[in-house]
Structures are given as structure tokens and as C-alpha cells.
């Protein structure tokens, strides 16, 4: 597919299920999208390592990690925890990024009344950090 698309997104569900190990395989670059919850962190974690020693021994396919929905953006707690959070995946080699994308009080207004939050203020700025990250992979 690559001469003829830039980009080819194939979404998954979440898991260590056939389809999505398979996409892992096929892949150039690995975004895994996680909500900011121990258990969704150490998983995450956890399904890296295995997917890797056992379908890519001795690669470092690169692996971008987007928290996504941090609740409380600037406060102390939620920024320890994603310093925690950070360390543990940073620790799996294939790792290359991790951005967090928050969700405050008025974007869950915002988005509970139907407004459209992708294509303005800080919400849009976050995800234009994504695509700027993402253009040094490629």
C-alpha cells in the first residue's frame, strides 16, 4: 500500500486479540490510545512487551503513546501520575513518545452539549502536536 498512501490508519480494539496483533505486525509505526488509569498503563505495558518478544524479537518498531481524556490538566496528582506513568512505558524500549491530551470540565461540557471540540482552542492544539509528532517517524 505505501506507494500509493501516505498514511494508513488501521484501528483496533484494545487487547491482545488476533486482529490487532496482526495490524501490530504489519506496521511502521504502533499509537496506542489509553485512558489515564493504572490498569490501562500497566496492560498497555504489558501487552508491548508480549506482542513484541513474540512477534518481533530484536525490533524497535516504534510505538507513540497517547493518554488521552487526563482529567485535571496542570494538577499536581494527575501530573505525578503521568510522571509515573511515563517512567514504567519508557521502559519498553520501542517507546519513542508519549503525549497527553486533557480533557477538562468545559471540554466534557462541550462535547456532553454536542459542540464540536476537535477543530478549535486547546483541544485542536493537542492534537496538532500529535501530527507534528508523528511527522518524525516518517
Same mark, same amino acid.
Given at each position: 500500500?505505501?506507494?500509493?498512501?501516505? /498514511?494508513?490508519?488501521?484501528?483496533?480494539?484494545?487487547?491482545?486479540?488476533?486482529?490487532?496483533?496482526?495490524? &501490530?505486525? %504489519?506496521?511502521?509505526?504502533?499509537? !496506542?490510545?489509553?485512558?489515564?488509569?493504572? /490498569?490501562? +498503563?500497566?496492560?498497555?505495558?504489558?501487552?508491548?512487551?508480549?506482542?513484541?518478544?513474540?512477534?518481533?524479537?530484536?525490533?524497535? %518498531?516504534? $510505538? &507513540?503513546?497517547?493518554?488521552?481524556?487526563?482529567? $485535571?490538566?496542570?494538577?499536581?496528582?494527575?501530573?505525578?501520575?503521568?510522571?509515573?506513568?511515563?517512567?514504567?512505558?519508557?521502559? !519498553?524500549?520501542?517507546?519513542?513518545? *508519549? &503525549? !497527553? !491530551?486533557? #480533557?477538562?470540565?468545559?471540554?466534557?461540557?462541550?462535547?456532553? &452539549?454536542?459542540?464540536? +471540540?476537535?477543530?478549535?482552542?486547546? #483541544?485542536?492544539?493537542?492534537?496538532?502536536?500529535? /501530527?507534528?509528532?508523528?511527522?518524525?517517524? *516518517?
Amino acid at each position: 500500500l505505501s506507494p500509493h498512501y501516505d /498514511y494508513v490508519l488501521l484501528d483496533t480494539a484494545p487487547g491482545r486479540n488476533f486482529i490487532a496483533i496482526s495490524n &501490530l505486525i %504489519l506496521s511502521h509505526l504502533v499509537i !496506542v490510545v489509553l485512558r489515564p488509569t493504572d /490498569y490501562a +498503563v500497566f496492560g498497555t505495558k504489558s501487552m508491548l512487551e508480549d506482542v513484541y518478544q513474540k512477534t518481533k524479537p530484536g525490533t524497535l %518498531l516504534p $510505538c &507513540l503513546i497517547v493518554l488521552n481524556q487526563v482529567p $485535571c490538566p496542570g494538577s499536581r496528582q494527575m501530573e505525578a501520575r503521568e510522571e509515573k506513568w511515563k517512567r514504567l512505558l519508557a521502559s !519498553v524500549p520501542q517507546v519513542k513518545d *508519549f &503525549l !497527553v !491530551v486533557p #480533557f477538562s470540565q468545559e471540554t466534557a461540557l462541550d462535547v456532553a &452539549l454536542g459542540k464540536m +471540540v476537535f477543530s478549535q482552542g486547546d #483541544f485542536k492544539d493537542h492534537i496538532d502536536t500529535i /501530527y507534528r509528532r508523528l511527522d518524525q517517524f *516518517f
